[in-house]
Structures are given as structure tokens and as C-alpha cells.
């Protein structure tokens, strides 16, 4: 069965610093994978997505992520950080063809 | 504007009174769901649509019902809303049924069962 499981329930990073995002999955298969953003009081936006094309998928906002099989990761990743990236973050993968589990979402802070 | 929309967007409720939370989109999506989102829990999906007359159980459906009679609208239904049920609900859509697609995401209904 299909399980995705986000590492840090919090970061934080000073401003114009590199943001790291963890997110592990299991799955006996080359699963998609996403990551969606929610701002407050806002919905989910996505940010990118992996579907067995390119390992490196960019996203919107200057975010990457790197699908890595032998270590069943998907890490979001941004080289400098803005104010406007503090958000919560989920990591999102597909289940069973029509059904996707959340990962318990990322808090990220960004401090100027 | 593409767009999915909840109504009401929040929502104080006593235990054991029948609501509904409507969702519409405007995409001419085939597939949509519903979400809660709970602290620490992400979000876990509660039903989902197919296609019109097409719904099945995600894994948190106690205490939910939902109908898709036509292809834009999916409501939610609590007949019996208990405490337990206060949470963040959010609807989304996308064009099929694989775990492929983009969701698309409404704003959010915020719910309270006292």
C-alpha cells in the first residue's frame, strides 16, 4: 500500500536561504507524487508534480524536487527563501490509481 | 474563471442537525472529492466521484454522505453531525479519476459541531 510521510512537521529558515522539504513514500511501484502549497486561510495550490517522466521536476515559485527510487524520497527543495514562502507544505501521492494520500504537512517559517 | 466553490464557508452546527456543504466547479472535471483537514493529520479523503452517479468510500466516510447527480455539482452531506466532525473541509476536482491529475482545490468550509 501506498504511504507518503513528510519528516518535519516544522522548518524554519532565515530569509534568502536554501529550503530543504522531506517527504518519504513507500510503494511497491513508480508511484506520482506532488506537492501542494497552502497558504492561510487559503486551499491547496500545486506546486509540481512527478509522473515517471523526468526525476527533477521543477515547480512554480523557483521550487524543484527530485524523485530519487533508491531512496524512496521526493525532498522539495528552493535556493533562496522568500517571506512569501511561509506556508504549510503536504507531499501528496497517488494510491490506487483514483485515490491519493496526504502526507501530515510541513510548517514552513521563513524569518527575515 | 476556473474555479471550485464551497458554500457555506464556515459553518456552527449542533450535534444531531441534518447539513449540507455544496460544491460546484466549472471545469467540466469528471472527477471530484472531498477532504477534511485535521492538525497533524493532513488531509484524508472522505468520498469521491468518478463520474455522475459514480461515488465510492476514501478512507474516512462514517458519517458522510455525497451524491453526484450532475457532472459540475457534489455535495456533501452530514446527517447526523456529531463533534467529532469539526474540521476543515475542502472540495477539489480534476479531469479524471487516476491519481495523475492536477487537483484543484476550493477554498475551504470551516465547520463547528457543538
Known amino acids: 500500500a501506498q504511504s507518503v510521510t513528510q519528516l518535519d512537521s516544522h522548518v524554519s529558515v532565515s530569509e534568502g536561504t536554501p529550503v530543504l522539504l522531506r517527504c518519504n513514500y513507500s510503494s511497491s511501484y513508480s508511484p506520482s507524487l506532488f506537492w501542494y502549497v497552502q497558504h492561510p486561510n487559503k486551499g491547496l495550490q500545486l506546486l509540481l508534480k512527478y509522473t515517471s517522466a523526468a526525476t527533477l521536476v521543477k515547480g512554480i515559485n523557483g521550487f524543484e524536487a527530485e524523485f530519487k527510487k533508491s531512496e524512496t524520497s521526493f525532498h522539495l527543495t528552493k535556493p533562496s527563501a522568500h517571506m512569501s514562502d511561509a506556508a504549510e507544505y503536504f507531499c501528496v501521492g497517488e494510491t490506487s490509481g483514483s485515490r491519493l494520500t496526504f502526507g501530515e504537512g510541513t510548517q514552513l517559517t521563513v524569518n527575515p | 474563471e476556473a474555479q471550485v466553490t464551497q458554500n457555506p464557508r464556515y459553518l456552527i452546527t449542533v450535534t444531531g442537525k441534518k447539513l449540507t456543504v455544496t460544491c460546484s466547479q466549472n471545469?467540466?472535471?469528471?472527477?471530484m472529492s472531498w477532504y477534511r483537514q485535521d492538525p497533524g493529520l493532513g488531509l484524508r479523503q472522505i468520498y469521491y466521484s468518478m463520474n455522475v452517479e459514480v461515488t465510492d468510500k476514501g478512507d474516512v466516510p462514517e458519517g458522510y454522505k455525497v451524491s453526484r447527480k450532475e457532472k459540475r455539482n457534489f455535495p456533501l452531506i452530514l446527517e447526523s453531525p456529531s463533534p467529532n466532525q469539526t474540521s476543515l473541509y475542502f472540495c477539489?476536482?480534476?479531469?479524471?479519476?487516476?491519481?495523475?491529475?492536477?487537483?484543484?482545490f476550493g477554498p475551504g468550509t470551516r465547520l463547528t459541531v457543538t
Open positions: 477539489a476536482s480534476s479531469w479524471a479519476g487516476t491519481g495523475r491529475y492536477e487537483q484543484y
Open positions: 471545469m467540466n472535471h469528471e472527477y
